[in-house]
Structures are given as C-alpha cells and as structure tokens.
C-alpha cells in the first residue's frame, strides 16, 4: 500500500446497481462529508445505476425509462445478429 498526506475518509454506503460500496476519498473532510450526506440521500431513495459509457453519435434516438433499460438494447446490441436485425428496419 501507501500513504497520502492529506486527509482520507471514506463515505456511507451508496447504492449502485444494486450493491452496496463505499467510496474511499483523499480529500478534505469537508467533501467527505457532503459526498456523505449525498450518497445517504441516494441510498434513502432506492439506489443509482451506473452509466459506462457517455459519448454523441449520429444515429436514430431511442428513448427509455431508465438507463438500466438503455443499457440493456447496449447489451442487446453487442451482438451481430441483432444489430443487423435492428440497422434493417431503422435504414429502411
């Protein structure tokens, strides 16, 4: 391991995807705290999903709910066969 020289907190469980993490900080512990009061908050209101991958592309826009459904047509995607399946009827 290591050493840092300035102070090293570490928040309240946030919910992510599910599973509880904590997140360990080096920072000041005044942004310790605030991170803290903020993963409570989000951890009170049933938990955050995750995004992998933020990026601007032209294509045709497809709107969801949630970000876990997007990811899933991203999972979705991944696959050849699918992919051809929807690049068929989107460029009719």
Same mark, same amino acid.
């Given at each position: 391991?290591?050493?840092? /020289? ?5 928040? !309240? %469980?946030?919910?992510? #995807? ?5 997140? %360990?900080? =080096? ?5 310790? =705290?605030?991170?803290? $009061?903020?993963? /409570?908050?989000?951890? =009170?209101?049933?938990?955050?999903? !995750?995004? &992998? +991958? #933020?990026?601007?592309?032209? @294509? %045709?826009?497809? $709107?969801? @709910?949630? @970000? /876990?459904? =997007?990811?899933?047509? +991203?999972?979705? &995607?991944?696959? %050849? ?5 929807? #690049? !068929? +009827?989107?460029? /009719?």
């Amino acid at each position: 391991m290591g050493y840092v /020289k300035i102070p090293v907190g570490v928040t !309240s %469980p946030l919910l992510l #995807d599910g599973m509880e993490c904590t997140i %360990p900080m =080096a920072t000041t512990e005044c942004l310790v =705290a605030n991170t803290n $009061r903020g993963c /409570k908050s989000i951890y =009170a209101y049933g938990g955050t999903t !995750s995004v &992998l +991958k #933020d990026g601007m592309m032209r @294509a %045709p826009i497809v $709107r969801f @709910a949630t @970000a /876990k459904r =997007a990811f899933e047509l +991203k999972l979705f &995607l991944g696959s %050849p066969n699918n992919f051809q399946t929807l #690049d !068929s +009827k989107f460029n /009719k």
